[in-house]
């Protein structure tokens, strides 16, 4: 199955800077890559997905850019603000499920 | 998303006793999904379902139990054989039965051993 890993697992950053976090997957036969939010006790969010014919998505400030190649997605967080903070889950298809990885914890330092 | 509903909230078990976490789904969403959160985990697949009266194990469903005879109604049974059943439980849904279709979650329930 697929087998997806995100890096770094805790992520520091000034408010105002940008935050990136990336997510490598296995299966070069994936198509569709989705990024949720999750605030502590609270459901996780889709806030963004990319599919693989296309290389970049923006929605506002966020974004997701797609590397098939090496076989990694990276979500982009820009001006970031202290409502940023949370864990960020990403995933993958696997078979005929998602596979999700394991969540980067995003702290914005005010 | 306003569409799945999950019940109770909050949930206590007594050893030996089984407990039913209900999630309904309004959205007419083919898929539905049981997910297990562990602190540092992230989230685990118990199991799921893509039509009605059928479902799949997912990566840790020992100890567990689902039906789905209508088709927004999914309800998980979290056994006596299950060890350590506290967690934080996530139903989710999704349009189709493909894996590249977007989940949306419900608020979850959590589980305690009294």
């Known amino acids: 199955g697929e087998n997806v890993e995100q890096h770094p697992s805790t992520l520091s950053v000034q408010e105002g800077d940008s935050a990136v976090i990336k997510c490598t997957y296995s299966d070069s036969a994936s198509n569709y890559f989705p990024w949720y939010k999750q605030e502590l006790g609270k459901r996780p969010q889709l806030i963004i997905d990319i599919r693989s014919n296309v290389g970049e998505k923006k929605d506002q400030r966020i974004a997701v850019t797609l590397n098939k190649t090496a076989k990694h997605f990276s979500l982009h967080i820009t001006e970031t603000q202290p409502e940023d903070s949370a864990v960020y889950f990403c995933a993958a298809p696997s078979g005929n499920r998602l596979a999700f990885g394991k969540g980067n914890q995003v702290v914005v330092i005010p | 998303d306003g569409g799945i509903t999950q019940s109770p909230k909050y949930l206590f078990r007594k050893e030996g006793q089984n407990v039913t976490l209900s999630c309904e789904q309004n959205?007419?969403?083919?898929?539905m999904y049981w997910y297990r959160q562990d602190p540092g985990q992230g989230l685990r697949l118990i199991y799921y379902?893509?039509?009605?009266?059928?479902?799949q194990k997912g990566d840790i469903a020992e100890g567990y139990s689902v039906s789905r005879e209508k088709k927004e109604s999914f309800p998980l049974t979290v056994t006596s054989a299950q060890k350590n059943p506290t967690a934080f439980y996530l139903c989710?849904?999704?349009?189709?039965?493909?894996?590249?279709?977007?989940?949306?979650f419900g608020d979850g329930t959590r589980l305690s051993i009294l």
């Open positions: 959205l007419n969403h083919d898929a």
């Open positions: 379902s893509q039509i009605v009266n059928d479902f």
């Open positions: 989710a849904s999704s349009p189709g039965t493909a894996s590249n279709q977007p989940q949306h």
